[in-house]
């Protein structure tokens, strides 16, 4: 079990310069998005690095969902000087790309080394990484908490990632000021994305039905279920019930979002050691293959399939599937995230549970399914294309299937209600 080093707080984001200089760090590359580079949540960690009289260079070049060539441009950024630490602000497209600066120009290599096999080979981070401070604005992908940097694949239009415990953030600052100026589908998507992160986590395959790595360096960081990483995903999708549609619904309510902040983080180390299985392995083609969809509040520069959407869409059809194979658990994760199931048959955890997860998605005013996101049955055998190499992820899943029952989902999942 890999833990997380977390401050929790208002205004903590103002430490950061402190906790660098306590560190020895000297020099800083400072990575975010052109839009989160222009509000408080960076302004404030200027300011603070100054007041340390920490020198710092800006890469605010991140794309949202980042592909292999934006990792690669923050990457060569990141060798063009030394720098001491990292510090990353924005959501996990922005963490997940400082997680891969600070890897490849820490161990430079072959782009493809560090990759998830079979896509990449798959090798693990040779040593110790530099500091990394995260600061997430969002609250979904808990990248603070985790040793995993996703990204597009772009020549398979699929998304695959670089994982490895060594890539966790030295730090993560969860302050809830960070969240003021989210536009409600920035804070509904991310947190569907939690909802998901500790359901997937909670029914994956127990850990000890996993194979034995030859060297603990080889375990994998995604281990599936365990004792400790259930308490967290049990408490993440408990707040996800209590706070996801007021956090969406007021902008002022910061005790809300400050605890989607926190429940991101708690569903982070969660699946962060335990894993998520199919909604995300279904998730990676849903958003790589994009074409049509903009959603509010999300740059309109590119289509884009947000990540916590693309993994929540598919979730109803694979919950219903996979439940035969740890029904107990299904019927428990729907309780958590608010279902009443009093008097409820063992027979129907994937119907209830499926059911919850097209509640928040209707509360929260999402699309009704893929068909309303720009798919339709034509695109099935590309999406399933894109899902089989998913290995990572995959394999985490309680009962295996088909590429046939897949199309299947895929099928359910065009249309929710």
């Known amino acids: 079990m890999s833990t997380s080093n977390l401050r929790y707080g208002a205004g903590a984001t103002r430490e950061i310069g402190m906790e660098l200089a306590d560190m020895k760090v000297g020099r800083v590359m400072l990575i975010t998005d052109p839009r989160m580079a222009e509000l408080a949540p960076v302004h404030n960690v200027r300011e603070s690095l100054e ?57 430079p ?61 030295t730090l993560g600052i969860v302050d809830p000021e960070n969240t003021r100026t989210l536009e409600p589908m920035v804070v509904a998507s991310p947190g569907l994305d939690v909802m998901c992160h500790a359901a997937e986590s909670y029914t994956a395959i127990p850990y000890d039905r996993r194979p034995r790595p030859e060297r603990p360096l080889y375990r994998p960081s995604y281990q599936g279920s365990n004792p400790i990483s259930d308490i967290w995903s049990r408490t993440a999708m408990r707040m996800v019930d209590k706070y996801l549609i ?83 658990r299904h019927l428990e994760s729907a309780e958590y995230l608010g279902a009443d199931v009093s008097g409820a048959s063992i027979e129907d955890a994937g119907r209830i549970l499926a059911d919850r997860i097209t509640y928040f998605m209707q509360e929260l005013d999402m699309p009704n399914g893929l068909h309303a996101v720009g798919y339709d049955h034509s695109d099935i055998e590309g999406l399933v294309r894109g899902t089989m190499p998913q290995d990572r992820v995959n394999k985490l899943a309680p009962r295996p299937f088909t590429q046939e029952e897949l199309a299947g989902m895929f099928e359910e999942s065009l249309v929710l209600w």
């Open 51 to 107: 007041a340390e009289k920490i020198v710092y260079d800006v890469f605010d070049r991140v794309r949202v969902e980042p592909s292999d060539a934006s990792f690669k441009e923050a990457i060569a950024f990141a060798m063009e000087d030394e720098y001491d630490g990292f510090v990353a602000v924005g959501g996990g497209s922005t963490i997940d790309t400082a997680k891969a600066a600070n890897l490849y120009s820490t161990y």
């Open 246 to 328: 007021r956090a969406t619904r007021d902008p002022d309510d910061l005790e809300a979002r400050g605890s989607m902040l926190l429940a991101a983080s708690y569903a982070g180390m969660g699946f962060g050691n335990a894993g998520v299985h199919l909604c995300h392995g279904m998730s990676y083609p849903i958003s790589s293959m994009a074409r049509t969809y903009h959603p509010p509040g999300y740059p309109d520069d590119h289509s884009i399939i947000p990540h916590g959407l693309s993994v929540t869409l598919p979730a109803p059809a694979v919950f219903r599937f996979m439940a035969s194979a740890c029904p107990e």
């Open 109 to 169: 290599d072959d782009f493809l080394a560090y990759v998830n096999a079979p896509i990449g080979q798959g090798k693990p981070a040779p040593g110790e990484l530099k500091p990394l401070i995260a600061v997430p604005t969002t609250a979904g992908t808990g990248s603070e908490t985790t040793g995993v940097a996703i990204f597009d694949m772009e020549e398979l239009h699929s998304k695959t990632g670089i994982a490895h415990r060594r890539l966790r953030p």
